[in-house]
């Protein structure tokens, strides 16, 4: 049997790397191919979080392949049906708005979008600060759109960033497995 290919953006909620990273090795683990895709602010910013080119060395070093990180690279991922399934992980609520408006700007909405044109699962791993405010519409609209499917999710700090959530990273296997059976792992929010 084959290996599944699993894309695996990553847009910059920069401060869930290191939360996230561990998911992509597990997903190696687990005997996907894994194809890495960064949106071009993650693959070239650096923050207070650690240097972009760091990071992109090790995702490199993780998957045993060049990350894709722009709109051109990210393309034929549809036509050329380069993937099974889609993971992004972390997905901002900038990228949320992109998506649930058809909008594709950046290497990460092309990958969607190239993607789900095969009728193919992409599975959303939020992390936003204004999850139940300004995204909360993004999120709702997504969640009702054929072929999308949301990692577990949850309020990170209710108190003091109560508009504020993040997916459950740990559950990204089983949430990936549910996706490409067509299921969404429940609860979404819990």
Do not use: W
Request: proline fraction near 6%; aromatic fraction near 6%.
């Amino acid at each position: 049997m084959n290996k599944i290919r699993l894309g695996f953006a990553m847009c910059g909620s920069f401060c869930t790397f290191e939360r996230v990273l561990p998911q992509m090795e597990r997903a190696v683990e687990l005997g996907y191919e894994v194809q890495p895709v960064l949106s071009e602010f993650s693959y070239s910013t650096d923050t207070r979080f650690g240097k972009a080119g760091d990071f992109v060395r090790r995702i490199e070093e993780i998957c045993g392949r060049p990350v894709i990180h722009t709109i051109y690279e990210a393309e034929p991922i549809g036509p050329k049906k380069l993937l099974d399934i889609l993971l992004v992980a972390p997905c901002t609520g900038n990228t949320l708005g992109k998506l649930a408006n058809g909008i594709t700007d950046t290497s990460v909405t092309m990958a969607v979008k190239a993607h789900l044109r095969n009728q193919r699962p992409v599975v959303i791993a939020v992390s936003t600060n204004d999850a139940l405010g300004a995204a909360g519409k993004n999120i709702g609209m997504l969640l009702n759109q054929k072929n999308i499917y949301f990692v577990p999710m949850r309020q990170d700090d209710p108190v003091q960033k109560p508009q504020s959530i993040v997916a459950d990273f740990t559950q990204i296997p089983q949430a990936v497995e549910c996706a490409f059976k067509g299921v969404q792992m429940q609860p979404v929010i819990s």
